[in-house]
């Protein structure tokens, strides 16, 4: 039976008729579960209307008021976390196990905005000159939209939502239409824990419903996280209607090993950063900078490891899941098929399964490129699948090369027990989030994730401080409570002394 999923608009579901409507599938049966309603652009602009009534008055919530909110959200969340675990796998075929991640490191950031009143506490300077006091205070922006892709459908909408909620915006999430489930199951908790009706908001859709909140004049800021191609569009539309915008965009993420490392723990991380929820990870590792002489060794360890890899059905206890829709699988394929024809070595195949699961899910399995040369597509472009390509180079300069050339600086990893190595390449590296003998390098909720170069447009990232200056407007107050002495004129630029 196919579900209707559909918008939750001022704390209720939606209860209109659709003009447009999409099909989310169970990747693993290749099956069609559910219809999403595709919002209108008249939608969205009631929706914003509801959001920006309810921003005024969260706005003015006390933050003992807004702290309780938060706290009662975490707690529901936990409670609920294997429930939306569940709709993540359903929907996007990741496993389990991989959902349940997901959602925790949401969690923690919603732990994060639980501290929102030591978070926006701001500077205070008595008597900066006679009888003036400054000091800074932070504002809520209004109404703020979040847009997210479908391989994190729980997490990268917990990225935004609760620091934006925290910092007293309403919130319009457009999650990614192909597995929408689980930002609606999460965003019911919000009603559930107290926040007042219209302060978050769902709407499903495509471009149609981005292109709307991307101009609407009530939308005051944007948190985008997606393809490259569609973050710099989102980014340039979105700044020239006057909004803020962070836009993430893409990655390829290199690992380097350098001949010191263990390589077993290289290999260890090779496999589980490059073929964990299929590659679909905007941190997975896709190419593998092997220093020679290590290269042979290295892949046979992978190798080796890749064998005992189960693909399959999320719930049923596998590695790896399917990948997202049946076109995503196929463009992954052509991929496998573009590096055989540019010469790269396949070392392992995994288009041929075996798969545990029903035949039409949309199963790949890992794949191993070996002999990989910078020209080739499958090192250029983002596969965002299960294909590691492994690229030879003769030293640690050749592959720090390599890494900066590459127009994604997202994530990336070094493997070496030299700490004068690690050290040199934290610094020398262009990349936003680096790993050191850590493959996924993902910062914890109280730093900020974002990566660099093309894979970022704007200049803040996503959660830590700079999610809580993203949401919020600084405002400086010079005041001075008169002395009954005080008198006189004087049109001088004003002094301190
Ligand atoms: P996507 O760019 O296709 O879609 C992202 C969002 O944009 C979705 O909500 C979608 O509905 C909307 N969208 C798609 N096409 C649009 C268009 N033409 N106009 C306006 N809106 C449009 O991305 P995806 O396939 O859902 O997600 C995978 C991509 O996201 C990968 O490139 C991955 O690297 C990236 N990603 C990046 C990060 C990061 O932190 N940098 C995190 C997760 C995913």
Not at 25 to 46: F, H, M, Q, T
Not at 365 to 373: A, I, R, S
Not at 437 to 455: D, E, H, L, R, T
Request: charged share 20%.
């Amino acid at each position: 039976m196919s579900t209707r999923i559909t918008h939750l608009i001022g704390g209720r579901d939606w209860k209109g008729v659709p003009e447009r409507t999409g099909e989310v599938y169970n990747p693993a049966a290749g099956a069609v579960s559910g219809r999403v309603d595709l919002a209108s652009a008249d939608l969205v602009a009631e929706v914003a209307a509801t959001a920006k009534a309810a921003a005024r008055n969260w706005a003015d919530a006390s933050l003992t008021r807004r702290t309780r909110v938060l706290f009662a959200f975490r707690e529901l969340l936990n409670q609920r976390k294997e429930e939306i675990a569940e709709l993540i796998t359903a929907e996007h075929g990741k496993v389990l196990d991989d959902a349940l991640g997901e959602v925790t490191r949401g969690l923690e950031v919603a732990e994060f905005a639980c501290g929102i009143p030591h978070l926006l506490q701001g500077g205070y300077t008595e008597g900066a000159s006679t009888n003036v006091d400054v000091y800074s205070i932070r504002q809520p922006l209004g109404v703020v939209a979040v847009i997210s892709p479908f391989n994190f459908p729980a997490m990268v909408p917990l990225w935004f939502v609760p620091i934006a909620i925290a910092c007293g915006n309403a919130v319009i999430l457009k999650p990614s239409e192909k597995d929408p489930s689980a930002a609606v199951a999460v965003a019911r908790l919000w009603t559930e824990a107290g926040l007042p009706d219209g302060v978050m908001n769902v709407v499903h859709g495509d471009k149609e419903a981005v292109d709307a909140l991307l101009t609407n004049p009530d939308v005051a800021a944007v948190s985008f996280v997606g393809s490259t191609p569609i973050a710099r569009y989102v980014y340039e539309t979105a700044t020239a209607h006057g909004k803020r915008v962070q836009a993430l965009g893409g990655a390829k993420n290199h690992m380097l090993v350098l001949p010191d490392a263990d390589l077993d723990l290289a290999a260890d991380a090779a496999v589980n950063a490059g073929f964990g929820s299929a590659g679909e990870r905007c941190m997975a590792i896709s190419a593998l900078v092997a220093v020679e002489p290590v290269a042979d060794r290295l892949v046979a360890k992978i190798k080796e490891r890749m064998g005992g890899l189960r693909t399959g059905d999320g719930t049923k206890g596998c590695d790896m899941g399917p990948l997202v829709t049946a076109a995503h699988r196929d463009k992954v394929t052509g991929y496998v098929r573009a590096g055989i024809e540019a010469g790269a070595t396949l070392v392992v195949d995994g288009r041929e399964g075996p798969f545990d699961g029903d035949e039409a899910g949309f199963w790949l399995g890992p794949t191993l490129f070996d002999h990989v040369t910078p020209e080739m597509s499958i090192y250029r472009e983002e596969i965002f699948g299960p294909v590691l390509s492994v690229v030879r180079v003769p030293s640690y300069d050749a592959g720090l090369d390599l890494i900066n050339t590459n127009p994604y600086g997202n994530g990336t990893a070094i493997f070496t027990n030299d700490g004068g190595a690690a050290r040199r390449f934290q610094r020398e590296v262009e990349v936003g989030m680096v790993g050191i003998n850590v493959p996924i390098p993902v910062p914890m909720a109280y730093y900020s994730f974002g990566g660099w170069k093309s894979s970022l447009f704007g200049d803040t990232h996503a959660h830590g401080m700079d999610g809580v200056r993203f949401f919020t407007r600084g405002k400086v107050v010079t005041s001075r409570w008169l002395d009954p002495s005080h008198g006189g004129l004087n049109l001088g630029f004003p002094r301190t002394d």
